[in-house]
């Protein structure tokens, strides 16, 4: 008895283990984004692909926004006019630093690390979250 | 001549269908129609008494098999092709926008068809002893189908599949402890990419089929062996208990001998055997009152597949399946609104992902699955069961104004928009 259950656990568990990809075809979490002349001061900028806010403030430099909304993953809108982000699935408000201000979000939107690489190109990772008060100065 | 009557008879092997044996072995020596009893009571084939949907939610099944089939031909799984496929079969496929959209109106008329059975099935109180299993496998049915439903939604890969999915696997990642890795599981990654669409493709056109296949049939067994159709009981005339036949074996006591016969009765080894497979007792004048399967009970699931299957082709000769424009994970559509029967679902996560994405709809499953054993009143009478109906149709309503709420008085940014009222699309 003994054996046949732990078989049957070994093999539920190789099933398991079977449908978890070794490798994931995925983008990476760390990428280069271009030289800090691209980007604008004021309105941040979207990049599409990345799901990212770039901010680029005269006096405080960089800061890079999750456009992935914390509720149910929707991508969120930056509106200048009210300098807050919206999202459109379920009516979630966040504040220009990320704090939920409205709606069914439970927690503030992410703020990822920006660095500089050494051929002068700003580079963000994904795995390493941030306080929202964190900066690159340039 | 007789050469072609000797293999015609080695094909189906019984006498001809104008004699009583005829009939029997029809149904009896057939794998496929014996399913069915050799006789049924007619009262039972009332269309009043089941409305046949369970008949209609099969006959659907049938026609969603027969187009997705169909469709897997001229489909690829993987992200820019499965979009290209769509145009193809909406542009340049030989009836391809119409098998599309059977396919479809089957699959949401499907969700109507189990819904309805459902509420017919407890409204008559069929789910009571012996059923009570029969109930369980039921729900699970209707969860089969609208997991079918859900991974079928994301194969087109336009906005609509992609952010239904995305919101969807989300909600799921709710669920306390496991919540993340299943998702993980289910999308083959991160987020919802190549990976999801071949894993969401598998489960659609392999494993949900499989599963949905194995129940319906134990399904259909059961109510076989648990004296066929579910009828409403408290109408029939009560019986002199004198005349009580009882079909099936004798008391273990008694020596088999004396099973009672009546002339024109077959009794299945089966039904010797195993003791008391049919749990009602029916009076000689029923006995009189059954009739033979082949033509009574054929010609009415006849009629009901044949207007199944009309009526989707009628719907989709004149309403198309839309498709919308391809996926774009950089921009939400807003609103972003899931299928119509999960709006209900996705109003109550506008008001909280936890509670009403994953503790409420758990309950209400827990709540349907424990139906038939919670419920201890024996009588199947609408009377005696006032308690049971009213919380069952408190159940039924509050799903229904979710749905009409999500459906039509939600608008961009969720707010609540009653449908008179006109926003201007793409206003922010």
């Given at each position: 008895?003994v ?39 004021g ?31 929707c ?7 009210d300098q ?18 409205h ?7 992410n703020?990822?690390?920006?660095t ?11 795995d ?11 | ?11 189906v ?63 690829r ?67 089969l ?56 493709y598998?489960?659609h ?58 002339k ?8 010797v ?33 044949m ?5 989707i082709?009628a ?8 498709l ?20 209900g ?26 139906i ?20 069952f ?16 008085f939600?608008?961009p ?16």
């Amino acid at each position: 008895m003994v054996a046949l259950g732990s078989g049957v656990a070994v093999s539920l568990g190789a099933v398991v283990r079977f449908l978890v990809p070794s490798v994931f075809y995925e983008p990476p979490q760390t990428f280069k984004i271009g030289n800090p002349a691209d980007f604008p001061f004021g309105p941040p900028t979207f990049l599409a692909d990345e799901k990212i806010f770039v901010f680029r403030d005269r006096e405080k430099g960089f800061a890079v926004a999750s456009a992935v909304c914390t509720h149910l993953g929707c991508t969120v809108g930056y509106f200048q006019s009210d300098q807050r982000f919206h999202c459109p699935c379920h009516g979630s408000v966040f504040a220009a630093n990320g704090a939920v201000q409205h709606g069914p979000a439970p927690k503030a939107l992410n703020w990822f690390e920006v660095t500089m690489t050494r051929d002068g190109q700003l580079r963000v990772d994904k795995d390493k979250v941030v306080p929202s008060n964190y900066r690159l100065m340039v | 001549m007789n050469l072609i009557r000797e293999i015609w008879q080695s094909i189906v092997r019984r006498d001809p269908l104008s004699t009583d044996k005829g009939k029997s072995e029809l149904v009896f020596l057939n794998v496929w129609l014996h399913i069915h009893p050799a006789k049924v009571k007619k009262e039972n084939l009332r269309f009043r008494y089941t409305f046949y949907l369970g008949f209609i939610t099969f006959f659907l099944f049938m026609i969603l098999v027969t187009t997705g089939i169909a469709l897997m031909c001229y489909y690829r799984p993987f992200p820019p092709q499965a979009y290209q496929d769509m145009k193809d079969l909406q542009f340049v496929v030989f009836m391809g926008p119409f098998l599309r959209s059977m396919h479809r109106w089957a699959a949401h008329a499907m969700v109507v068809c189990v819904f309805l059975h459902m509420c017919r099935v407890f409204y008559s109180g069929s789910y009571k002893k012996p059923r009570q299993f029969n109930w369980v496998i039921g729900v699970l049915l209707l969860l089969l189908t609208l997991g079918l439903s859900f991974t079928g939604y994301l194969l087109p890969w336009d906005q609509l599949a992609y952010w239904a999915i995305t919101v969807g696997t989300n909600i799921g990642s709710y669920a306390p402890l496991v919540g993340g890795q299943v998702r993980e599981l289910l999308l083959g990654g991160h987020t919802v990419g190549e990976a999801a669409l071949i894993r969401f493709y598998v489960l659609h056109v392999a494993v949900l089929p499989s599963l949905m296949i194995l129940l319906t049939v134990v399904h259909f067994w059961r109510i076989r062996k648990d004296g066929g159709l579910s009828r409403p009981t408290w109408r029939l005339k009560p019986s002199r208990p004198e005349a009580l036949v009882t079909i099936g074996a004798p008391p273990e006591t008694a020596p088999l001998k004396t099973v009672p016969a009546s002339k024109d009765k077959t009794y299945g080894l089966m039904e010797v055997v195993t003791g008391k497979p049919i749990f009602e007792t029916i009076t000689p004048e029923e006995e009189e009152d059954a009739v033979f399967s082949y033509p009574y009970a054929f010609f009415r699931e006849a009629i009901a597949l044949m207007v199944t299957v009309t009526g989707i082709m009628a719907i989709s000769l004149f309403f198309h399946a839309p498709l919308e424009a391809l996926a774009n994970p950089a921009k939400t559509p807003n609103p972003a609104k899931a299928p119509w029967y999960f709006l209900g679902l996705q109003e109550l996560v506008s008001h909280s992902a936890l509670l009403g994405g994953v503790v409420a709809p758990a309950l209400m499953v827990l709540a349907l699955l424990a139906i038939p054993y919670f419920d201890r009143n024996p009588s199947r009478r609408p009377s005696d069961r006032k308690w049971a109906i009213w919380l069952f149709t408190i159940f039924v309503v509050v799903n229904l104004v979710l749905i009409v709420i999500g459906t039509f008085f939600r608008g961009p940014g969720w707010a609540f928009v009653p449908p008179w009222v006109h926003v201007v699309a793409g206003a922010e």
